[in-house]
């Protein structure tokens, strides 16, 4: 398992990297990364890409879904293998009012990202 984030300054995005199976354990540090940086830029965009990702746990992603900001907009880039655990994340980020959307490419993605709110 792994799960990176990281402050992509020339894309003006959060950038989270997930691969293997992550788990709630794994999701709650790499939160408070993504919190840390809200708090220390302007940027209000992450991009996760899970398609390397093999499986998140669902009572883990609904737990984790609830604690998103709403300032945070997310663009998730999938793979056919991380389609299904990705689609329910969405699903459960649209019932808390999130901002997420679902991509196949990061060019896509990053394109949704720059549009305005």
């Known amino acids: ?6 402050l992509d300054s ?3 995005v959060i950038r ?10 794994d999701m ?7 919190l840390d940086h809200l708090a220390q830029s302007e940027v209000r965009e992450l991009l996760v890409d899970a398609r390397e990702l093999q499986h998140a746990p669902v009572f883990d992603l609904v ?3 609830r604690e998103i900001p709403h300032s945070l907009r997310i663009a998730a880039i999938i793979s056919d ?10 699903s459960e980020g649209e019932k ?3 901002s997420f959307e679902v991509f196949r490419d990061e060019p ?4 949704w990202l720059r549009l305005p709110a």
Not at 1 to 6: N, P, W
Not at 16 to 22: K, M, Y
Not at 108 to 111: F, R, T
């Open 16 to 25: 989270a990297v997930a691969t293997g199976t992550v788990r709630l354990s």
């Open 10 to 12: 020339g894309a003006r």
């Open 28 to 34: 709650i540090p790499a939160l408070a990364q993504v």
């Open 108 to 111: 896509s993605a990053l394109d």
């Open 1 to 6: 398992m792994s799960l990176t984030v990281e």
């Open 96 to 98: 808390r009012n999130l």
């Open 63 to 65: 737990q984790i879904m």
């Open 81 to 90: 293998q991380s389609q299904t655990d990705i689609l329910f994340a969405k």
